[in-house]
């Protein structure tokens, strides 16, 4: 009788011990994840600032981000060079993250790799927010993709960056059908609009978008895991403390 009732205690103790060790188990790996992806920095072209402004406040993310001109990609050399500092003043807080794309330089995946960064697979910023829905349209017709922060730069990018006058405007945007602004409730200026069609003589569509997969390639970048990094394991060691 006397060992039942200590049977009885031991397995009712252990009954409550169990879930107590579950729950701390869960909030110290909840802690570990929030510690891994808090101490990752983005880093990005400024043409999708509005974008990922929008997009950090609606994930809840409060990862430090830091900006690239975006009127650099007309000169490798700069770029990389913008590149490079951007990666050295951010890469003691934490894994880099570069949300600009693979194609905007050559060598963008060597650069990413000298400082254990993680780059999105995405050719360019267009792709990044328009996802595999780009090789469909690419498939229909001969497209030139703007966003409305795009066309606020387009004078310093081609009149002043590549020194195009309207004739090599007009040469040089005459492969393409159609020029889509992708559209996601920005406003527009319309003289923008117009200055920029004039230069190109090519019809201006807007394109209306959603920002989920912009969304979507932050969570897989954020997801990555970096545990190999001494950093991340003090950082980890920490929080499970």
Known sequence: MEDDKANGLLKSLIAQIIPLNLSTLKSRTSKKKEVLRLEKVFIACSILKNELTQVMQEMGLQNKIVFIDAALHVNIDRLEEALREKL????????????????????????????????????????????????ELNKEANIFYTTSAWLTRWKEIFITGLGWDEIDGRQNFGFYDKILLLDWGIPVDDMDLLEFFEFTQVPIEPYPISLDNLKKEMTKLLSVDSDSSTQNRDLLETAAK
Do not use: F, W
Not at 104 to 130: F, S, T, W
């Open 88 to 135: 050295d003043e951010t890469s003691h807080i934490g894994k880099p993250l570069i949300l600009v794309g693979d194609r905007c330089h050559p060598d963008m995946d060597i650069i990413a790799k000298e400082y254990d960064g993680q780059i999105v697979p995405r050719a360019n910023c267009l792709e990044l927010l328009l996802g595999d829905k780009m090789k």
